[in-house]
């Protein structure tokens, strides 16, 4: 059976207009914090991403003071719909805990306008630790 | 491209740029105030309805052409053409964006 496309009609992603994309945060011996947006990856209207990756990994360096939760989290927001947590860890630090976690999550599509977040929070006293929250893909037209 | 803008708080209580697509620099929060904050944000402990936090800012990476030549800022047209539609930053009767370089 023959398969004719039409003229100019490009089916692999990233031969339509493709572009790169990604964004992270990683930084050491970060304190407590309050919950804070660290970077944020929004669409454009006539463009999509394919998400190649999103990890997220804590790596406590001080376990001093009460011991609390810490997150390391990737929130996606659907354009005009309801925000959801789409990778994330939960730890636990201080009170003497040293561990570290990590999460992936790979193969995701944002449509038009959909956002892709990333965020930390550390509600310990005294505690700190190194973060690392990344994303890659790749966009194309939509 | 590298500007300084606002560190806000959202009524959730997350802390947050006004921009679709950014990269916050990491240590780049200003100004630290003991007990308050810290070059990565605001501490856990802290009050975060203190007057003193309104005056927060960090450093962001954003993309070329979301900048206006003329004013060195993120340009609003701009915004709303990339992402027409979208019910924050797409729309003409939308709130702007608050972004203050001025700071």
Known sequence: MRIVYPAGARNDLYDRNGASKGAGFAANAVASHADTQRWSYTAPASRKLLVGSLSTTINPQNAGGPANLAQCYGRLTPSGGAATTCCGLALTLGGGVIATSASHLQGMILMPNDQLEGRTVDLSTGASASYFIAFAGLEFDA | ?103
């Open chain 2, 1 to 103: 491209m590298r500007i300084r803008v606002k560190l806000k708080r959202s009524a959730e209580g997350l802390w947050f740029v006004d921009l679709p697509t950014f990269a916050m620099v990491p240590g780049s929060v200003e100004p630290v105030i003991d007990e308050l904050t810290t070059p990565d944000g605001v501490l856990a402990v802290a009050d975060q309805t203190d007057s003193r936090l309104q005056r927060l800012s960090c450093m962001v990476e954003v993309p070329d052409d979301y900048i206006d030549e003329r004013t060195g800022k993120p340009s609003r047209v701009t915004l709303r053409l990339l992402h027409r539609g979208h019910p924050r930053w797409g729309l003409g009767n939308s709130t702007d964006p608050d972004i203050d370089l001025q700071l």
